[in-house]
C-alpha cells in the first residue's frame, strides 16, 4: 500500500480513532476506544501526513474472538484498507487457534462472506429520540452475590466470562444497570446516544421487565440492538416510541455456530462488543 504505514494501534492513536467513528456515524466515544484497546489489540493504517484512514480490532474472549471497528475514512474507501486489516486480524487469530466471530452490517456482510463468515443469527438497532420519561433509578447489581448470578448467566448466554467488560459498564452508566434473579441489563454513554445492552434473561418476559427498568430511569437519545428472535420484545420497543434504524448479522468464521446461547440474549452489547 504505497504512501501509507500499517501498524499497530494504540492510545497515542485515539484522535484517529475517534474520527474513523465520527466519520462512519458510529456511536463510539473515547471511553469505548480505550476499553476495546485494553481489552484486545489492533492495527491501522496510517498516511504519510499522520492521519489514520482505516482500523481493525480483535477482543479475545478464551476460546473465541471478537472482530472489531472495521472502519474507513470515506475519502480513502475502495484502496482495500478494510479488507487488508482484515486479512491480518484473521491471521492473528488462526496463529492463536481463536474463532472469528462479528457482528456485519448488509455492506459488510458481503465482504465477510467472502472471506469465509457465515450467517449465524440477526438482530436490529433501534433509536429513540424522546418520549422516556426520567424516574428514580432502582439498585443495580452491586452485591458480590449478584454479580455471581450476573457472571454465571453471561457466560452462557455468550459463550465466554467477559467479566471486565461488564463491570466496565456498569460504572459507564450504572443508572441503568438492573439484575434480578431472572436476568441482567446494563448500559453505556455513547458518542451520538446512551447504548442500552446487554440485556440477558432466562425468558422474555424478564427482558422487557428489567429493559422497562432501564428506560425509566434514563433519558433519550437511546439505542438498543434487539435480536430477531424476540419479536415481542421488538413489538414492546415500537410501542415505546422507538424506530428501526439498520439490521446486523452475526457471523463466525470456521465454525458451524457463534458460541454461546443466543435464546438468552434480547439486546447485545453493541456490534463492537458482541
Known amino acids: 500500500m504505497t504512501g501509507s504505514i500499517e501498524h499497530p494501534l494504540g492510545e497515542q492513536h485515539l484522535a484517529g480513532c475517534l474520527a474513523l467513528s465520527r466519520a462512519a456515524n458510529w456511536n463510539q466515544n473515547e471511553a469505548d476506544w480505550r476499553l476495546m484497546l485494553a481489552t484486545g489489540h489492533g492495527w ?3 498516511l504519510l501526513d499522520g492521519t489514520l484512514a482505516a482500523s481493525t480490532l480483535v477482543l479475545p474472549y478464551q476460546t ?4 472489531s471497528m472495521v472502519l474507513v475514512l470515506p475519502e480513502h474507501r475502495r484502496k482495500g484498507y478494510a479488507t487488508h486489516l482484515l486479512r491480518v486480524a484473521l491471521a492473528d487469530l488462526r496463529n492463536r487457534a481463536l474463532t472469528p466471530i462479528l457482528d456485519a452490517t448488509p455492506a459488510g456482510r458481503e465482504v465477510y462472506r467472502q472471506e469465509g463468515f457465515r450467517d449465524t443469527w440477526t438482530f436490529k438497532r433501534f433509536q429513540l429520540e424522546k418520549g422516556v420519561r426520567t424516574l428514580f433509578p432502582e439498585k443495580g447489581p452491586d452485591s458480590a452475590l449478584a454479580w455471581e448470578k450476573v457472571l454465571r448467566l453471561d457466560r452462557e448466554a455468550f459463550g465466554a466470562s467477559r467479566e471486565p467488560l461488564l463491570r466496565n459498564l456498569a460504572t459507564r452508566l450504572p443508572r441503568a444497570a438492573f439484575f434480578t434473579e431472572d436476568g441482567f441489563v446494563l448500559g ?41 428472535h424476540a419479536p415481542r420484545l421488538q413489538q414492546w420497543l415500537t410501542k415505546q416510541g422507538f424506530v428501526f434504524q439498520r439490521p446486523f448479522t452475526r457471523m463466525v468464521h470456521g465454525a458451524g455456530r457463534a458460541p454461546g446461547n443466543e435464546r438468552l440474549v434480547y439486546l447485545v452489547a453493541g456490534p463492537e462488543l458482541g
Open 44 to 46: 491501522g493504517i496510517t
Open 188 to 228: 453505556r454513554e455513547g458518542r451520538e446516544a446512551l447504548q442500552v445492552g446487554p440485556l440477558v434473561a432466562r425468558h422474555e418476559d424478564a427482558a422487557i421487565g428489567l429493559l422497562s427498568q432501564a428506560l425509566r430511569a434514563i433519558a433519550p437519545p437511546l439505542y438498543v440492538d434487539a435480536v430477531d
Open 64 to 67: 473465541f474472538a471478537w472482530i
